[in-house]
């Protein structure tokens, strides 16, 4: 029977829900404070480069850039999800010997990922850069910036530091990239250089990130498992290991593409001005989105402990209260957007940067859409629901591809945005559904009726 209660569940759940949140919190706030620095400094120096450049040399860096990027995404693993989602059990029952072969195999499916994507960067680019109008110094340029991305780009040791909880560590080593490019940017600002110097900066600055991360790895006394055994056992240990990380990897690339790839279709219809100008304003965009991206990287990890702890109930009031703030921030960006975009654009690049204002606008709406259902993604992941992920971003790119293909006749570049718009959308309302069938078909498995009546609890007779 039902009998009514005020009080002992809510007491009850209040401290999971509250703890959880809390760590959360404390955990956003070491991200946050690396981020807001480097927001700052993002800001900073990409608006150097912008200056220094002026509206066609940024255009080229853009792309250049853009594609380094695209080339990356699609040969990463994602494979801080698989150490986090898979090496939270392993983590608290103290098994170590398995995270560590866990984490080896990660990440040596970075580095495998990092060589396929380089012979796929030279090869890429010679096909792609007649279209973008870039010389053969340029397209070569292009594949080793992208090589150099893609050696760095590995994420098995920023997964370890979360898993740890150590979010700080993970801040420090963000913060160190982000200063050496503001310093580089300054020096090639103050010096008056050009692009290749500003994608030389991008590079070494990536690189440094990548150092750092691992030698806090190796600080905390981790054990990474590369030896032959520990590869062949980590898949046998971690039951859909590798289609987990093989979907994750081709949702993550799928994820970005309207940015990226929008970015080369622009160039391709109007020129690298127009690129570069739909560029800055996807950075804007990003810039808006990024206290959420923080709060996702530091949301995954609680939810993978509560998942190995088979705690459902808290799991959904914690999705539920931070998706609210999330959309009630996205709002607020997107007025501000509206409002000021013009003036961002010139306080950030100058003046010649305000043809942009309609992008920005456009792709603050994108980012908002996403924003409200960022925790989505990371509830899914970790109760290792990839597929359903996977699902939603192959029908947002092909929504994507479609859209570009309808709108680009008549809208020009204006058509990128738009079809942001739609694929954020699509994306979000997939997420959303998923996440709410997992739940309600857990709950009804379970006969856990807590979350639908939350002032009853069950006794028997």
């Known amino acids: ?50 200056r220094t450049l002026g509206p066609r040399g940024f255009g080229s860096f853009a792309l250049v850039m853009t594609y380094g ?97 150590r979010f700080d560590l993970q801040a420090y080593s963000e913060a160190l990239a982000q200063a050496a490019r503001l310093a580089g940017c300054a020096i090639g600002w103050f010096e008056g250089l050009g692009v290749f110097w500003f994608l030389g900066v991008w590079a070494v600055a990536a690189l440094f990130q990548f150092i750092a991360q691992w030698v806090a790895v190796f600080l905390l006394r981790h054990r990474t498992a590369f030896h032959p055994r520990a590869l062949r056992l980590a898949p046998r240990e971690n039951r859909g290991l590798l289609p987990f990380m093989l979907k994750t990897n081709v949702s993550g690339s799928l994820s970005l593409v309207w940015m990226q790839c929008g970015t080369l279709v622009v160039g391709i219809r109007a020129g690298p001005v127009e690129a570069g100008g739909f560029r800055l304003a996807s950075r804007l965009a990003q810039a808006i989105m990024q206290p959420v991206e923080i709060g996702a990287k530091s949301l995954f990890p609680e939810l993978a402990r509560l998942v190995a702890e088979g705690d459902r109930v808290t799991t959904s009031r914690v999705l539920v209260r931070v998706s609210a703030v999330a959309a009630v921030f996205g709002t607020v960006a997107v007025v501000l957007a509206s409002l000021f975009g013009r003036n961002i654009l010139s306080l950030i690049a100058g003046p010649r940067f305000g043809f942009a204002e309609d992008f920005l606008f456009l792709l603050s709406i994108a980012a908002a859409v996403s924003v409200a259902g960022f925790a989505l993604e990371p509830f899914l992941n970790a109760n290792l629901r990839a597929g359903a992920v996977l699902r939603a971003q192959a029908s947002a790119a092909i929504l994507y591809g479609v859209l570009i293909y309808m709108l680009l006749p008549g809208f020009g570049a204006m058509a990128a945005a738009f079809a942001s718009i739609a694929a954020a959308l699509i994306v979000t309302f997939q997420l959303g559904v998923s996440a709410v069938g997992f739940l309600a078909g857990r709950l009804s498995r379970r006969g856990n009726i807590a979350l639908i009546l939350p002032r009853a609890e069950v006794t028997d007779g």
């Open 1 to 50: 029977m039902l009998r009514e209660t005020s009080t002992p569940r809510n007491r009850a759940d209040r401290p999971a829900h509250t703890g959880i949140l809390n760590r959360v919190g404390r955990n956003f706030g070491w991200l946050a404070a690396s981020t807001g620095v480097s927001a700052v400094a993002s800001l900073v120096y990409v608006g150097l480069a912008a």
């Open 69 to 165: 990027e695209l080339m990356t995404n699609l040969a990463q693993f994602q494979s801080w999800k698989a150490v986090v989602g898979f090496g939270a059990s392993h983590w608290r029952t103290g098994n170590s010997a398995r995270l560590a072969r866990l984490s080896g195999f990660a990440a040596s499916l970075d580095w495998l990922g990092a060589v396929i994507g380089a012979l796929a960067a030279f090869a890429g680019s010679m096909l792609l850069g007649p279209l973008l109008g870039w010389t053969a110094t340029e397209a070569r340029a292009a594949a080793w910036f992208a090589t150099a991305l893609l050696v760095t780009s590995g994420t098995a040791a920023a997964g370890l530091l979360r898993l740890f909880d």
